[in-house]
């Protein structure tokens, strides 16, 4: 079987030749077979969110190779891209648009990547059925509300909203960048279990970064951990079903030297304590 | 102000409708304060011109139509693919099309009182009300054709490019080529309705359009003050608004000369009324603002 994404030795680096330069992602190789959920976690400025970037071609990378389902993308520009990769990121306001409703955003999503792609296409009854059945699924209550603007709903329902969007038609890769970072636990925690739920269920290959190492460890089939632009350790298998958080913090050490310092990882621990 | 004045007033104003809606597209929709428009009226209306003294009328609007989408195409080129800020980009191309319009007409100016022109037919047929039935008509199938537009794919685009430029390369969608279309469709309209105004009073000349972008804006404004939130929550209410904005605004113009205002006092008068326009919706919200807090301190 084909692999869905292969990253070969790509590098990013921002500012080169100045003195900011900042080398974020470093010969970085990995390779994702077709349904794999791959979990990130790393120190700030590990480079988790350039990899994100590099993949989903909000720049070019500098230097290596990135194929997406057997196609070198390399440097197919984003919006190409787009059209068979999701994106959630740790904002929830940046994957929906506020003034349209949650059909017309629906739609969006839809019509743009759905068999027809004519650019004078519209939503049919049809559609609108397939969308309330949808969005019933998400159990936020958003099926009576095809008509509001997005920009009247919380940040947990906007996020799980993209999840929609983003998903709607089966993407080759989702890409989630902390995306429950900025929601309340409760809701946090409501809008992973549907991540969970979906990606499951469509086979859908994902990556998560998260700063949850709880999370990490619990979903999805593979952990890796980045320090300065590489991968500093992967976990899979019965390795990975074995580890602990303290586990994975020690190893962490054990590899890089020092402890793995991210604000809001920190923070995570003391939620789990 | 007399039925004859009034009508005159409403035909203009749906002709400057089409510039109302086109600014609906690239202001409202698009977030982009074109400036283009200025010199794609008057290239409109000098394209038109010349076609209707080689006796050409309704192919000097389909041309008025090409080279406002033209002139949109390379102000579009300008901000997405070479980097220059967009109200600079509009400056730009609006400073060249002041010697293209020239180029153009050949002349400051052009008269053609005894052309036959694109209202010569419906005045034929319907008298006095021809060129009323026919503006009608024009600007109605727009809005309709509009209104439908921003429901497709490619509107839905180019709304969601202006409501929320992060979602946008996320959702697969290239905000290069959603601003180019949209610059495109919105100097076609303005150029649109340079040619007609041109044709319906018989000439042309090089400063037609200047000032057009604040007029479009203000009637915009005055459209959606009257339509309220309706204007901003519904997809027909918007353009509806737009359209009648730009009537609104041509009577008020009306009434003022019609209290004799000075012709030279015009310009003033016209500022003074898109500045109010522009200024209406803040100035709500302080009123309201300062009878809370007057309300307040009397309950405190
Ligand atoms: N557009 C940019 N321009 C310049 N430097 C950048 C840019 N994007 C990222 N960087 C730098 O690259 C490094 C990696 O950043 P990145 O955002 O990938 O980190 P991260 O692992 O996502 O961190 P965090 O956990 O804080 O989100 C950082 O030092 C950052 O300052
Ligand atoms: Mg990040």
């Known amino acids: ?273 | 102000m007399s039925l004859l004045v009034l009508r005159g007033a409403v035909e203009q104003g749906l002709i400057y409708a089409l510039v109302a809606l086109g600014l609906h597209i690239s202001y409202r929709t698009l977030d982009i304060a074109d400036l283009t428009t200025d010199g794609t009226f008057t290239l409109g209306a000098a394209i038109s011109a010349v076609y209707v003294v080689a006796g050409q009328p309704l192919l000097g609007v389909a041309m008025a139509l090409l080279g406002g989408a033209l002139a949109g195409f390379v102000t579009a080129l300008l901000q997405t693919r070479l980097g220059v800020q967009p109200i600079l980009a509009g400056i730009i191309t609006m400073t060249a099309l002041y010697s293209v319009n020239l180029a153009v007409m050949g002349k400051p100016n052009v008269n053609f009182l005894k052309e036959s022109t694109v209202f010569t037919a419906a005045q034929e047929w319907l008298g006095e009300y021809g060129a009323l039935f026919e503006a009608a008509l024009v600007t109605g199938a727009l809005c309709v054709l509009l209104a439908l537009f921003l429901r497709t794919q490619l509107g839905l685009s180019l709304r969601a490019t202006g409501d929320n430029r992060d979602m946008v390369a996320a959702s697969s969608i290239n905000p290069a080529f959603t601003t180019t279309v949209g610059l495109c469709l919105a100097n076609a309209l303005v150029a649109l309705a340079g040619a007609l105004l041109a044709q319906y009073q018989k000439f042309a000349d090089n400063t037609m359009g200047t000032g057009m972008v604040v007029i479009g804006l203000a009637s915009l404004i005055i459209g959606e003050v009257l339509f309220g939130h309706r204007a901003r929550r519904s997809l027909v209410c918007g353009v509806a608004a737009a359209a009648v904005g730009a009537v609104v605004y041509r009577i008020i113009v009306a009434t003022a000369i019609a209290l004799h205002v000075d012709a030279k006092s015009m310009k003033l008068v016209s500022a003074v009324i898109v500045a109010a326009a522009i200024a209406a919706p803040a100035l709500r919200d302080k009123l309201l603002f300062y009878q809370k807090r007057r309300e307040a301190s009397r309950n405190a």
């Not at chain 1, 994100?52 to 190779?65: E, L, P, S």
């Not at chain 1, 320090?227 to 958080?245: C, F, H, K, N, Y």
Request: net charge neutral; aromatic share 4%.
């Open chain 1, 1 to 273: 079987m084909p692999e869905m994404l292969e990253l070969h030795r790509i590098s990013k680096t921002f500012g080169a030749g100045t003195i900011d330069e900042k080398k974020a992602v470093e010969e970085l190789s990995l390779t994702l077979a077709p349904g794999d959920f791959v979990t990130i976690i790393g120190g700030n400025g590990a480079g988790k969110s350039t990899l994100f970037n590099a993949v989903a071609g909000a720049f070019f990378v500098d230097a290596g190779r990135i194929l997406l389902d057997g196609r070198d993308v390399t440097f197919q520009p984003e919006h190409r891209r787009a059209n068979s990769i999701g994106r959630l990121f740790q904002d929830p306001l940046k994957g929906t648009a506020p003034h349209m409703t949650i059909e017309e955003n629906l739609a969006l999503a839809y019509l743009r990547t759905a068999r027809t792609r004519s650019p004078f296409g519209t939503v049919g009854k049809k559609d609108r059925a397939f969308f309330r059945e949808q969005l019933a699924a998400l159990g936020l209550g958003l099926e009576d509300r095809l008509k509001s603007p997005v920009g009247l709903l919380s940040g947990g329902q906007r996020q799980a909203l993209t999840l929609l969007m983003a998903t709607i038609v089966t993407p080759k890769l989702l890409l989630l960048d902390e995306h429950t970072a900025a929601l309340d636990p409760a809701t946090a925690e409501k809008v992973l279990a549907l991540t969970k739920r979906v990606v499951a269920e469509r086979h859908i290959t994902c990556m998560m970064i998260t700063h949850n190492i709880h999370s990490a460890l619990s979903l999805g089939n593979r952990t890796i951990m980045m320090d300065a632009g590489r991968i500093v350790l992967e976990l899979s298998g019965e390795q990975r079903a074995g580890m602990t958080v303290d586990g994975l913090l020690d190893a962490f050490r054990a590899r890089v030297g020092r402890r793995l310092d991210n604000d809001r990882i920190l923070l995570s621990e003391a939620e789990n304590a």
